[in-house]
């Protein structure tokens, strides 16, 4: 199986800064990684399809990068709404594996 | 966009099973796929399965073979989720999304269906 493995597990921040969360791949899986942001008791909402592409809906100041084992996950401009948990997915081979998920605080 | 809407909560004994629906509201499964997710209580993501509905196709990774049956129904758009042998880890939220055969596989949610396995 291809572990996923999120950095930082968790990250303090304040509203209007910027974070960038990694996500490394255990082997290649070309750009066949999504991210998504999970609020509690709701659901996954995707971001980020095929490493850098936004889903319908997302604001810009999420961008996503890499190829290969090794990407991120950029938000710029942090407002209250952002603070979440995120996590990343790799959809290049089975089983799909996520990474532990990244806590975004509110410092 | 599809919209899933998921069965609700469960409460099983160990040992038992638990099946939970998907259905489809704004599609079809006819040329997409379906996949299962669960989270235990302050826990990660962990995948647990897929079917493409119209080929009848699925896959399971090995912590869950045997213990899990993913089918669906075309005429309703309804996927359905068994897992059997329950026992306490189990415990977890369900969730289903649908996605692409090559592509993004987890593209829309469901709500998520509460399961809890306890004597």
């Known amino acids: 199986d291809i572990q996923m493995t999120q950095s930082p597990s968790s990250l303090s921040a304040s509203v209007g800064d910027r974070v960038t969360i990694t996500c490394r791949a255990s082997q290649g899986i070309s750009d066949n990684l999504a991210w998504f942001q999970q609020k509690p008791g709701k659901a996954p909402k995707p971001l980020i399809y095929?490493?850098?592409k936004l889903q319908g809906g997302v604001p810009s100041k999420f961008i996503g990068s890499g190829s290969g084992t090794d990407f991120t996950l950029t938000i710029s401009s942090l407002q209250p709404e952002d603070f979440a948990t995120y996590y990343c997915q790799q959809y290049n081979t089975f089983p799909r594996t996520f990474g532990q998920g990244t806590k975004l605080e509110i410092k | 966009q599809v919209q899933l809407v998921q069965s609700g909560a469960e409460v099983k004994k160990p040992g038992s099973s638990v099946k939970v629906s998907c259905q489809a509201f704004g599609g079809t499964l006819s040329s997409y796929t379906l996949s299962w997710v669960r989270q235990a209580p302050g826990q990660g993501l962990e995948w647990m399965g897929r079917i493409i509905p119209y080929l009848g196709v699925t896959d399971y990774p090995e912590t869950f073979q045997g213990r899990i049956s993913i089918t669906a129904e075309r005429s309703t758009s309804t996927t359905s989720m068994e897992l059997s042998s329950l026992r306490s880890d189990d415990t977890a939220v369900y969730f289903c999304a649908h996605g692409y055969r090559f592509g993004p596989d987890l593209d829309s949610w469901g709500q998520g269906t509460l399961v809890i396995v306890s004597s």
């Open positions: 095929a490493a850098s």
